[in-house]
């Protein structure tokens, strides 16, 4: 918000004709950052940061298609960002300016390397998984003290939901993320292209349907932390920061996330300079500054989700490198699987598959 | 040449808001879509003249409009919008129009203050206001704490995201429009003719039915665009207040266009709608000018 005001001084000033700073626009998921660091980017670089927010890769693909986005960052998940590097979106990093990419680790950049070849456009952000957050008294209340709070069995199986229906449960309203969730639970490749295979989570959602009453991939977080609802399929870092926020509100909430023991979507959030930003020279200097090791604990200490910088570790609070929802173990990790983009023609097979299932139509 | 301005004047916004845009969308609803940079191959290529255009005109296809009838998905989208935009209206109606007769009926000195007060919500964000229903809507929201805490009911209702919770979003939102053009046609009616109805024997609600209803018709069919022809294509409210089973036609436009990467079929489905809306007008405006020359 404060960076808001101060780009519209700033645009302000420009029009009184005042000489105004140099402006770096910065578009990243929305609940992303710890903001004291959005005000220490000014402070260290004199640039002025503009900084917006999305809650969906679609929404973002669209503006980088689009183009003249004038956005000098975005931060598409590897699978879009692989498709957006196809489509001509962004240009390679001058790593010459990114002196601190030494701190990156290479467990997780030798997995982006699958969507960005060489990580010649873009670096790794935060990455996490895509699992179950729970209200664990409600859901313990309704299905007993051995619920399955850590299998997909609790919001797959229909028993289970049609006795959490009333409590509330949302699921994300992100295909290319639920569909191969649904897959692996029932043991197909949870990253197949095949339409007859994708066909079958229909199946697994029709079953469920009545029971869940939105899908929508942000407002979860409030939901879960207020108490409003009890089951949530979300973001790891995103259901922690409801756990954080019921905590702050010691409203009596406990907030728990599980990766799924039956395997769990693993996913990468990238860094990426688009081909037409307008401060690219702001922008190498924004992706150093995120790369720091303190300013990167710093923004996962804040919002809960593991990064890609091994520097940063010594740095991370112990209830982040010390919990496994964000840094799993090696052998949960093994757990975990990815995913490759859809082309066009498969796109449009999830993506009608998903009105489908959200509207039955 | 002032005259010629004054004609010209809406012609201009006609060609500049309307027609320029809806050539736009058109062409892309014609061209193919691409991995690329803006995301569809233009099939009008115009920078090679007329041999650019004949090449456009052999290449021709509906294909994208073909794609529309070829799965129910859109027509039920269109028909849902259709029938929440036609309730809402008839909704809004219902509840404008007493507001906007009390207001004409009001004393003259409240009448200001009665037009400020509904006004005054456009003084806050649109969004803002869509998202406050949210808060007094959910399940531990203001309306079930209040009825809870009044014993009226035992366990919360469920509003939000139901398509009730949009019904609600788009009558509030779009009162206003409802209001104004109500409360501009019932000002100027002039209460003589109602005495006279009174006069021959007509009692007040028969006046109201045969007097005041139909001097009124204008403001009302004023106000029924108003409010019909966006709640068709209303996007923002559903995808808050509602769930996932509201279908409707802005919804199926946004998907085609964020999650399929399609332009082209997401402007066929803004070119179908388009249609959908100026047929109803045209064959309205028409009905008016002919009944206009009868009267004549």
Redo the contacts between chains.
């Keep these: 918000m404060k960076n808001r005001f101060l780009a519209a001084t700033a645009g302000l000033a420009l029009i009184a004709g005042a000489a105004a700073a140099e402006e770096v626009r910065v578009y990243n998921w929305s609940d992303y950052i710890d903001e004291d660091l959005l005000a220490k980017f000014e402070e260290e670089t004199g640039l002025d940061l503009v900084y917006d927010v999305f809650d969906?890769n679609?929404?973002l693909?669209?503006k980088?298609?689009?183009?003249g986005s004038g956005y000098d960052v975005v931060v598409p998940t590897g699978t879009f960002l692989q498709?957006q590097i196809?489509?001509?979106?962004f240009q390679k990093l001058d790593k010459s300016k990114l002196p601190n990419i030494a701190n990156m680790w290479d467990v997780i950049s030798s997995r982006t390397a699958k969507y960005d070849p060489g990580n010649e456009y873009a670096i790794n952000y935060m990455w996490g998984t895509t699992g179950i957050g729970v209200n664990v008294g409600k859901v313990q209340e309704v299905l007993g003290e051995d619920a399955p709070l850590d299998s997909w069995d609790l919001v797959f199986k229909p028993e289970n939901m049609e006795k959490l229906a009333d409590c509330?449960v949302h699921f994300l309203?992100a295909?290319t993320e639920m569909i191969p969730a649904a897959l692996n639970y029932i043991g197909e490749d949870p990253d197949s292209h095949d339409p007859d295979v994708i066909a079958k989570a229909e199946g697994v959602f029709m079953a469920i349907r009545p029971y869940?009453?939105?899908?929508h991939s942000s407002e979860y977080i409030n939901a879960l932390a207020?108490?409003?609802i009890c089951v949530a399929v979300g973001w790891s870092g995103d259901v922690l920061q409801a756990r954080d926020r019921a905590a702050e509100a010691d409203n009596g909430v406990e907030i728990a996330y599980n990766a799924p023991n039956e395997g769990a979507q693993m996913w990468f959030d990238m860094m990426a300079i688009p081909?037409d930003a307008p401060n690219p020279d702001g922008a190498h200097k924004f992706l150093n500054f995120i790369m720091d090791a303190q300013n990167m604990a710093a923004a996962s200490n804040y919002v809960y989700y593991a990064n890609g910088n091994l520097a940063s570790q010594e740095y991370l609070e112990e209830d982040v490198i010390g919990d496994p929802a964000i840094y799993p173990s090696p052998a949960a990790l093994e757990n975990l699987f990815t995913t490759t983009p859809y082309d066009?023609k498969v796109?449009?097979v999830v993506?009608?598959l998903?009105?489908?299932i959200?509207?039955?139509? | 040449m002032r005259r010629f301005f004054l004609i010209s004047a809406p012609y201009i916004w006609l060609l500049a808001l309307f027609l320029v845009p809806f050539v736009i969308v058109l062409k892309i609803s014609l061209s193919d879509?691409a991995?690329?940079?803006?995301?569809y191959n233009p099939t009008l290529d115009l920078t090679q003249g007329w041999a650019g255009f004949k090449d456009f005109l052999s290449k021709l296809d509906f294909e994208n409009f073909v794609w529309l009838t070829q799965?129910?998905?859109y027509w039920?989208?269109y028909l849902s919008s259709l029938k929440i935009a036609a309730l809402s209206t008839v909704l809004t109606l219902m509840v404008g129009y007493p507001i906007a007769y009390g207001m004409a009926q009001a004393p003259d000195e409240w009448r200001p203050t009665l037009m400020m007060l509904v006004i005054l919500p456009f003084w806050t964000s649109f969004l803002i206001r869509v998202y406050s229903w949210m808060g007094i809507l959910?399940?531990?929201g203001l309306l079930n704490q209040l009825l809870l805490w009044l014993g009226v009911i035992s366990e919360p209702l469920h509003i939000m995201?139901t398509p009730t919770a949009v019904y609600i979003g788009i009558v509030y939102t779009y009162l206003p429009f409802m209001i104004l053009p109500i409360y501009a046609a019932l000002e100027k009616l002039d209460s003589s003719l109602l005495e006279a109805a009174e006069d021959l024997g007509c009692s007040r609600l028969s006046a109201f039915w045969l007097v005041t209803i139909p001097l009124s018709k204008n403001g009302i069919i004023a106000g029924c665009f108003l409010v019909f022809i966006p709640a068709l294509g209303e996007f923002v409210i559903p995808s808050l207040l509602g769930?996932?089973?509201?279908?409707m036609i802005g919804k199926?436009l946004w998907?085609e266009?964020?999650?399929?990467?399609?332009w082209p079929v997401a402007s066929a489905v803004a070119v179908v709608l388009l249609l959908i809306l100026i047929i109803p007008i045209i064959l309205f405006q028409r009905n008016e000018q002919k009944a206009r020359e009868a009267d004549q």
Excluded: C, H, Y
């Excluded at chain 1, 980088?64 to 183009?67: K, N, V």
């Excluded at chain 1, 869940?212 to 899908?215: A, D, G, L, S």
């Excluded at chain 2, 769930?243 to 279908?247: A, I």
């Design positions: 969906s679609e929404v693909e669209t980088m298609l689009a183009g498709r196809a489509a001509g979106a509330g309203d295909p869940i009453q939105k899908f207020n108490g409003d081909v066009a796109q449009r993506t009608r998903w009105t489908k959200k509207s039955g139509t | 879509t991995l690329a940079i803006p995301p799965d129910d998905l039920k989208a959910g399940n531990e995201n769930g996932s089973g509201t279908l199926v998907e266009f964020f999650s399929n990467r399609d």
